[in-house]
């Protein structure tokens, strides 16, 4: 009974997928998918049906039917970036609790990585996993493991045991914690679940080794961007409940957080630019201008400009867009509204002030270096996500989370 999770072949799915790559999926294998897509489908709907008359209710679409919509994506023209990079299958909800939410944007952080480490580290062997065509060099792989461990460092010595990283070690010299022992540490603890979801996680366009990588530091940066819109979302709200000292603390923390996963993109650096010229081919209309994590944060910061909202930045995100036009409340624009109110001490908003312009600066550093990967990947190539490219990339270095108020019209797309 294909249609039940626990009988369905995950392992042999993806196994083929990732050997021929998502775009090459036949089409007889396409509507026999379908099909068990229907029949979970059918069975959903009746259990939606029984819990109405009284029996237990569900949570949405159960795994097998997130992970087949994203199996079949392309199949029913559908296919964009939350697909591409399977987030339905690995963000939840960030808990509310802000040390819960930063725990688990760690947790799965540390998974995500800790595969990618696992995936490259395989690569040198003589049954590397798929995909496989155009494997690195050793040296390249020892690279990429270096440049993982930074990112870890910080999130392992959060959310792991004591001892599993040696803390005076990294406070010394950042990223040589040793990469196949910490990843191989983290990957045995994780829960039956949680593996199912890394590995379903992982759907390749096509077949170049790279684009793994690409994938998991999409998802990395996901999970950061979940965890920051919540963490701000907070921040407004203690704001609003006059505990002011609580928001600044929690707009440093997203500074913080922002700021060690930068080296993300050294690491998504060491992708090879043919390869992803290549493969990049058949990911048309998937671009990162649809991730909603990255939207939500930023207009969580302030409102953005009505020429900003009317741009592809936000109407490739409809569903943030309309919170943000319905009125959601922001960090600026709360925190403006609690000086007009003579609710906010001079310690307090320098607090505030301090948190948003480390955030501030952090952001810049993020945009300028995704502007110079940009460039060093597609150089004059149009976008997946349909602008120009690098020249949409350059017009947005000059906007700002917290804008000054005069510069606030003048904001370009
Ligand atoms: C090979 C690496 C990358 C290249 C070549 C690249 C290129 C681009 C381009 C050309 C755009 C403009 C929209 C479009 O037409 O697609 C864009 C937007 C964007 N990218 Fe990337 N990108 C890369 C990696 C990343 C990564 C790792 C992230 C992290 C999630 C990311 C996040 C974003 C975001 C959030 C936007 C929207 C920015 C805005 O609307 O202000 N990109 N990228």
Redesign the pocket.
């Known amino acids: 009974m294909l249609g039940r999770s626990a009988d369905f072949p995950y392992a042999l799915v993806l196994g083929h997928l990732r050997s021929v790559g998502k775009h090459f999926l036949d089409a007889e294998l396409l509507r026999l998918l379908d099909e068990i897509r229907s029949s979970v489908a059918e069975s959903e709907s009746e259990s939606v049906a029984e819990s109405e008359s009284g029996a237990e209710g569900r949570d949405g679409p159960s795994f097998l039917h997130r992970f087949l919509d994203v199996v079949l994506d392309k199949h029913d023209d559908r296919y964009d970036y939350p697909s591409y990079t399977a987030l339905s299958l690995l963000t939840r909800p960030a808990p509310a609790d802000r040390h819960e939410a930063l725990r688990s944007r760690d947790e799965v952080l540390l998974l995500l990585l800790a595969d990618l480490v696992r995936f490259e580290e395989r690569a040198s062997t003589d049954t590397p996993d798929a995909p496989h065509d155009m494997p690195p060099s050793p040296e390249l792989i020892a690279k990429r493991t270096r440049l993982a461990v930074r990112v870890m460092e910080p999130a392992a010595l959060r959310a792991l045991p004591a001892g599993v990283v040696d803390a005076a070690a990294v406070a010394a010299v950042p990223g040589r914690t040793p990469g196949g022992p910490l990843a191989a540490e983290i990957l045995r603890t994780a829960a039956p679940e949680q593996s199912l979801a890394l590995s379903a996680s992982v759907q390749p366009v096509y077949v170049l080794h790279d684009e793994y990588l ?1 994938l998991r ?2 998802q990395s ?2 999970t950061t961007f979940t965890f920051m819109s919540s963490a701000l979302a907070t921040a407004v709200r203690r704001l609003d409940d006059d505990r002011p000292q609580e928001s600044a603390e929690l707009v440093g923390t997203v500074a913080d957080v922002l700021k060690e996963s930068l080296p ?2 050294s690491l ?1 650096a060491t ?1 090879r630019p043919e390869a ?1 010229q290549t493969f990049r081919t058949f990911t048309e209309g998937a ?3 649809q ?1 909603a994590g ?1 939207k939500t944060f930023e207009s969580l910061c302030s409102t953005p400009s009505l020429a900003r909202l009317a741009s592809s ?1 936000y109407t490739s995100v409809p569903l943030v867009r309309e919170r943000v036009v319905n009125g959601q409340a922001t960090v600026q624009g709360t925190w403006h509204a609690l000086i007009a109110e003579h609710r906010l001490d001079p310690a307090d908003d320098a607090a505030l002030r301090a948190a948003a312009d480390r955030l501030e600066s952090v952001h810049q550093r993020w945009k300028q270096t ?1 502007y110079r ?2 460039v060093r ?2 150089g004059e190539r ?6 120009q ?2 020249p ?2 350059a017009a ?1 270095l000059d906007n700002r989370l917290f804008p000054a108020p005069d510069r606030h019209g003048a904001l370009v797309g």
């Open positions: 690409f530091t999409l940066f996901e993300l993109f998504l992708m992803f671009s990162a201008i991730s990255y930045a995704h990967l940009a990947m597609i149009s976008g997946t996500g349909y602008t490219g690098v949409y990339l947005v």
